[in-house]
């Protein structure tokens, strides 16, 4: 990160009444000393905690398994690897412990946890992960925060906007959940807290009501982006539209499993976007799972569509099939229609 994780907290309550940070032992309380305060000035900057002009904040060495994650947080848990944190683990390695706290938040009536991460969940993942992987004596570093619910939730968006593996997909349905949990549905209030634009944040919530049977077409959740996740989202308040998107995904969804089953590559966003946006609004309009691979498991033929007007085959790029093989592929692709009724003589 580019700045401190006590920088984020600051700006975030920048514009509210002052909110003591919890100063816990073991480790003494450093002030934050404002720009050209130096050692020579100490007992000025003293004078400055004392009467509250200047926050002292306090970093505690935590025991991961007794904090808990916020549920709030954008961030899915469940979705962090080793491999997508990868390279924080490996910075943790070489630093010799975590550098940027988390901040967190004290937790009562709780007794299996202690504490709650609001900003930082990949830090408590990765130093859980590196405990149970030759370094149990990694601690956790946190700062405790006085927060409640919706600071909690501006400080943990302020941080996941300087986050580029938070999926847009994710922070919609974040927001959507803040919207109602929050700011009583009332846009223009979350808007104007959060700081962002009204339009975008409308935006984001129309994109947070696409259904998991869609979003499960996509190789992965993070290839679901905003700009164009809006325009499928508009076209899913259509009933009969929705009906076709939703039959398309589906066969989309299998089709992504095969492929990762014959070790292929799963369909890119792109391709998977344009399959759905370019649903025939038909009720006639049937598509016929079948995909013609070459011995080597690559997808060569797939039938994309049948109906009264005609069939749509797909011929893949980079199947390696020859001439011959696309032949033979093309006639059981006819035959399976055939079998199914669905042929081009009916």
């Given at each position: ?5 006590s920088d984020?907290l600051?700006a975030?309550l920048?514009?509210?009444p002052a ?5 816990t032992p073991?480790v003494p309380a450093?002030?934050e ?8 000035n ?7 905690v ?6 002292q904040?306090t970093?505690?060495?935590l025991d991961?398994?007794?904090?808990r994650?916020w549920?709030g947080n954008?961030r899915?848990?469940?979705?962090l ?6 390279e924080?683990?490996d910075s ?12 967190v938040r ?8 202690d504490?709650e ?9 990765s130093i859980s992960?590196?405990?149970?992987h030759s ?9 405790v925060a ?5 600071a909690a ?7 996941n ?5 938070v999926?847009d997909i994710?922070?919609a349905r ?5 919207l109602?949990v929050?700011?009583g549905n009332h846009?223009?209030r979350?808007?104007?807290r959060l700081?962002?634009s009204?339009?975008w944040?409308s935006?984001?919530i ?11 077409a996509f190789?992965s959740?993070?290839?679901v ?13 259509d009933?009969?539209?929705a009906k076709?998107?939703?039959s398309?995904?589906r066969?989309?969804?299998?089709e992504?499993?095969?492929r990762?089953d014959?070790g292929v590559a799963?369909?890119p ?9 370019g649903t025939?609004?038909d ?5 016929s799972?079948?995909?013609w691979t070459?011995?080597?498991g690559?997808?060569?033929l ?6 009264r007007?005609?069939?749509?085959i797909?011929?893949h ?8 093989e ?11 229609l055939?079998?199914?009724?669905r042929?081009l003589?009916?």
């Amino acid at each position: 990160m580019a700045r401190k994780q006590s920088d984020y907290l600051a700006a975030l309550l920048a514009d509210e009444p002052a909110e003591a940070l919890t100063n816990t032992p073991p480790v003494p309380a450093i002030p934050e000393r404002p720009r050209g305060t130096t050692l020579l000035n100490r007992e000025t900057a003293l004078a400055r905690v004392t009467s509250g002009e200047v926050r002292q904040v306090t970093q505690l060495l935590l025991d991961p398994a007794r904090v808990r994650i916020w549920p709030g947080n954008a961030r899915i848990y469940r979705d962090l690897t080793e491999e997508g944190c990868r390279e924080l683990i490996d910075s943790i390695i070489a630093e010799g412990g975590q550098k940027v706290p988390a901040v967190v938040r004290r937790l009562e009536g709780d007794a299996t946890h202690d504490f709650e991460v609001i900003a930082g969940t990949r830090r408590h993942w990765s130093i859980s992960w590196l405990r149970t992987h030759s370094y149990p004596e990694m601690q956790f570093v946190a700062q405790v925060a006085n927060l409640d619910d919706e600071a909690a939730f501006r400080l943990a968006d302020l941080e996941n906007r300087a986050r580029k593996d938070v999926s847009d997909i994710e922070r919609a349905r974040n927001y959507a959940e803040a919207l109602k949990v929050h700011y009583g549905n009332h846009l223009t209030r979350m808007a104007e807290r959060l700081k962002v634009s009204k339009g975008w944040l409308s935006k984001m919530i129309k994109v947070a009501n696409i259904p998991d049977a869609v979003i499960a077409a996509f190789a992965s959740p993070a290839d679901v982006q905003l700009k164009p996740a809006y325009a499928l989202a508009q076209l899913l308040d259509d009933k009969a539209m929705a009906k076709a998107i939703e039959s398309t995904a589906r066969d989309l969804a299998r089709e992504q499993m095969a492929r990762r089953d014959q070790g292929v590559a799963p369909y890119p966003a792109a391709d998977v976007l344009r399959r759905l946006l370019g649903t025939p609004n038909d009720p006639g309009t049937t598509v016929s799972q079948f995909t013609w691979t070459t011995p080597h498991g690559r997808p060569a033929l797939s039938i994309q569509s049948s109906n009264r007007q005609g069939v749509t085959i797909r011929l893949h790029a980079g199947s390696g099939a020859v001439t011959e093989e696309l032949v033979e592929a093309l006639r059981e692709a006819l035959q399976h229609l055939e079998a199914q009724g669905r042929g081009l003589q009916r």
